[in-house]
């Protein structure tokens, strides 16, 4: 397709469960990054990768968050032992450099943990 | 550390009424400010970069300008259609990859 798709579009699960969220960039778009959105805030910035190399996971929450991209294509985000704040809406994005360039974001996976 | 501050949190307009929203920003370095609108259930759709204090873009009804502290989407005559959360946001020159968003406007166009 032409724009950012992220999968699933909704996630369920239980308190402990381990999740993961999938985001195709847009086709030859070197940058990717994930953020957090929660109900009625902007979007908080989590982590991202040039290519394949995650440049910058300063905004992962905590060590049960990690994020990968090992053709520097697809990215799966995953969450480990989830909990009940981990609930939000998570945003991918692309963009074809890292310089100035405006970022093209998927529609999200609204997670919710039960 | 970067900050963002947008107001008002929320705007309800009539059609035709003109008005602006704002984007008040803290950078060590600004590398580009960003205007974003936002749809229920979507992700954000870009609509501007600002480069430099003085800087203007106009898409439609849309104009956005930025000074050295602020930034401002100016909406003209604004129709229903344009009913959104407008989020702003901005990179600095010592992390290019990462954006600061603020918690956006909610725009209420009634016609």
């Known amino acids: 397709g032409a724009g950012v798709s992220q999968s699933p579009r909704y996630k369920v699960a239980k308190r402990g469960q381990d999740v993961a969220l999938r985001c195709d960039p847009i086709?030859?778009?070197?940058?990717l990054f994930w953020y957090q959105q929660a109900l009625g805030q902007g979007p908080e910035f989590l982590t991202y990768?040039?290519?394949?190399?995650?440049?910058?996971k300063s905004g992962l929450p905590s060590d049960r968050f990690f994020a990968e991209r090992p053709e520097g294509s697809v990215s799966t985000l995953k969450i480990q032992r989830t909990q009940q704040e981990d609930s939000a809406v998570y945003l991918c994005?692309?963009?074809?450099?890292?310089?100035?360039?405006?970022?093209?974001f998927g529609d999200g996976t609204r997670l919710s943990i039960l | 550390e970067d900050q963002v501050t947008q107001s008002p949190e929320a705007l309800r307009l009539q059609e035709g009424e003109s008005s602006s929203l704002n984007c008040s920003y803290t950078?060590?370095?600004?590398?580009?400010l960003f205007w974003y609108r936002q749809d229920p259930g979507k992700g954000p759709e870009f609509l501007f970069t600002?480069?430099?204090a003085g800087e203007e873009k106009e898409k439609e009804r849309l104009k956005a300008t930025l000074t050295k502290k602020e930034s401002f989407l100016h909406i003209t005559a604004p129709k229903p259609e344009d009913s959104a959360t407008y989020l702003c946001?901005?990179?600095?020159?010592?992390?290019?990859?990462?954006?600061?968003f603020g918690d956006g406007t909610t725009l209420t166009v009634k016609p």
């Open positions: 994005a692309s963009s074809g450099t890292l310089n100035n360039q405006p970022q093209h």
């Open positions: 086709s030859g778009h070197v940058s």
């Open positions: 990768f040039q290519n394949e190399a995650q440049l910058d």
């Open positions: 950078v060590s370095g600004l590398r580009g």
């Open positions: 600002l480069y430099s």
């Open positions: 946001a901005v990179q600095d020159n010592t992390n290019a990859g990462k954006s600061t």
